[in-house]
Protein backbone atom coordinates (compact mmCIF):
# COMPACT_ATOMS: atom_id res chain seq x y z
CA UNK A 1 0.00 0.00 0.00
CA UNK A 2 1.43 3.21 -0.64
CA UNK A 3 2.04 5.60 2.39
CA UNK A 4 1.37 9.29 2.10
CA UNK A 5 3.46 11.60 4.87
CA UNK A 6 2.61 15.14 5.18
CA UNK A 7 4.63 17.52 6.26
CA UNK A 8 5.87 21.27 6.20
CA UNK A 9 3.00 22.91 9.17
CA UNK A 10 3.89 25.10 12.11
CA UNK A 11 2.58 28.41 13.51
CA UNK A 12 2.43 31.39 11.93
CA UNK A 13 0.88 34.84 12.44
CA UNK A 14 -2.00 35.66 10.09
CA UNK A 15 -0.54 37.08 6.69
CA UNK A 16 2.04 34.59 6.88
CA UNK A 17 3.16 31.56 4.68
CA UNK A 18 3.62 28.11 4.45
CA UNK A 19 4.49 25.37 1.91
CA UNK A 20 3.13 21.98 2.67
CA UNK A 21 4.40 18.84 1.49
CA UNK A 22 3.08 14.87 0.88
CA UNK A 23 5.63 12.65 -0.36
CA UNK A 24 4.41 9.29 -1.38
CA UNK A 25 6.36 6.05 -1.42
CA UNK A 26 5.33 5.41 -4.83
CA UNK A 27 5.07 7.36 -8.35
CA UNK A 28 1.15 8.58 -7.65
CA UNK A 29 1.26 12.07 -9.05
CA UNK A 30 1.32 11.51 -12.71
CA UNK A 31 -1.91 8.34 -12.45
CA UNK A 32 -4.49 9.75 -9.85
CA UNK A 33 -5.74 12.54 -9.14
CA UNK A 34 -4.84 13.46 -5.50
CA UNK A 35 -5.79 16.59 -2.55
CA UNK A 36 -5.46 18.77 0.18
CA UNK A 37 -7.90 18.35 3.01
CA UNK A 38 -7.64 19.54 6.02
CA UNK A 39 -9.77 18.98 9.37
CA UNK A 40 -10.00 22.03 11.94
CA UNK A 41 -10.79 21.52 15.62
CA UNK A 42 -14.73 20.05 15.81
CA UNK A 43 -15.23 20.68 11.91
CA UNK A 44 -15.69 17.77 9.49
CA UNK A 45 -12.74 17.11 7.07
CA UNK A 46 -13.01 19.15 4.25
CA UNK A 47 -11.58 19.35 0.35
CA UNK A 48 -9.20 22.52 0.53
CA UNK A 49 -7.51 21.94 -3.24
CA UNK A 50 -7.36 19.15 -5.76
CA UNK A 51 -5.15 18.36 -8.67
CA UNK A 52 -5.66 16.08 -11.69
CA UNK A 53 -3.39 14.25 -13.44
CA UNK A 54 -4.13 16.98 -16.33
CA UNK A 55 -2.58 19.24 -14.38
CA UNK A 56 -6.43 21.04 -13.79
CA UNK A 57 -6.81 22.46 -10.20
CA UNK A 58 -9.55 22.61 -7.87
CA UNK A 59 -9.64 24.74 -4.81
CA UNK A 60 -12.10 25.82 -2.12
CA UNK A 61 -13.96 29.11 -2.50
CA UNK A 62 -12.16 30.15 0.50
CA UNK A 63 -8.49 29.63 -0.48
CA UNK A 64 -8.46 30.57 -4.28
CA UNK A 65 -5.78 33.11 -4.48
CA UNK A 66 -4.44 32.33 -1.76
CA UNK A 67 -3.62 28.45 -2.18
CA UNK A 68 -1.73 26.54 -5.21
CA UNK A 69 -1.37 23.07 -5.21
CA UNK A 70 1.79 21.48 -7.44
CA UNK A 71 3.36 18.54 -7.77
CA UNK A 72 6.85 16.79 -8.65
CA UNK A 73 6.97 13.57 -10.18
CA UNK A 74 10.45 13.31 -9.82
CA UNK A 75 10.33 13.42 -6.28
CA UNK A 76 6.81 11.52 -5.41
CA UNK A 77 5.99 15.20 -3.76
CA UNK A 78 2.58 17.07 -4.02
CA UNK A 79 2.96 21.01 -2.30
CA UNK A 80 0.45 23.26 -1.00
CA UNK A 81 1.79 26.99 -1.19
CA UNK A 82 -0.30 28.50 1.53
CA UNK A 83 0.39 32.42 1.41
CA UNK A 84 -1.79 35.30 3.25
CA UNK A 85 -2.40 32.93 6.00
CA UNK A 86 -5.66 33.37 8.03
CA UNK A 87 -6.71 32.06 11.76
CA UNK A 88 -9.66 30.00 9.72
CA UNK A 89 -7.02 28.04 7.67
CA UNK A 90 -5.98 26.63 11.16
CA UNK A 91 -6.13 22.79 10.50
CA UNK A 92 -5.08 19.42 11.01
CA UNK A 93 -3.98 19.02 6.97
CA UNK A 94 -3.94 15.59 5.13
CA UNK A 95 -3.12 14.69 1.55
CA UNK A 96 -5.11 11.83 -0.26
CA UNK A 97 -6.55 11.12 -3.55
CA UNK A 98 -9.63 12.79 -4.73
CA UNK A 99 -13.52 10.98 -4.39
CA UNK A 100 -13.43 7.68 -4.36
CA UNK A 101 -9.92 7.65 -4.26
CA UNK A 102 -9.45 9.11 -0.62
CA UNK A 103 -10.53 5.07 -0.20
CA UNK A 104 -7.62 3.81 -1.75
CA UNK A 105 -5.19 5.87 0.07
CA UNK A 106 -6.62 6.46 3.17
CA UNK A 107 -5.31 9.31 5.31
CA UNK A 108 -2.31 9.79 7.00
CA UNK A 109 -0.99 11.62 10.48
CA UNK A 110 -1.76 14.60 8.72
CA UNK A 111 0.47 18.71 9.55
CA UNK A 112 -0.90 20.61 11.73
CA UNK A 113 -1.31 24.27 10.55
CA UNK A 114 -1.65 26.95 13.07
CA UNK A 115 -2.36 30.54 12.05
CA UNK A 116 -2.62 32.92 15.00
CA UNK A 117 -0.87 36.32 16.07
Known amino acids: QVQLVESGGGLVQPGGSLRLSCTAS????????MGWYRQAPGQQRELVAG???????YYKESVKGRFTVSSDDTKNTMYLQMNNLQPEDTAVYYCSGLGQLALRYGWGQGTHVTVSS
Open 26 to 33: ASIFSSDA
Open 51 to 57: LTTTGST
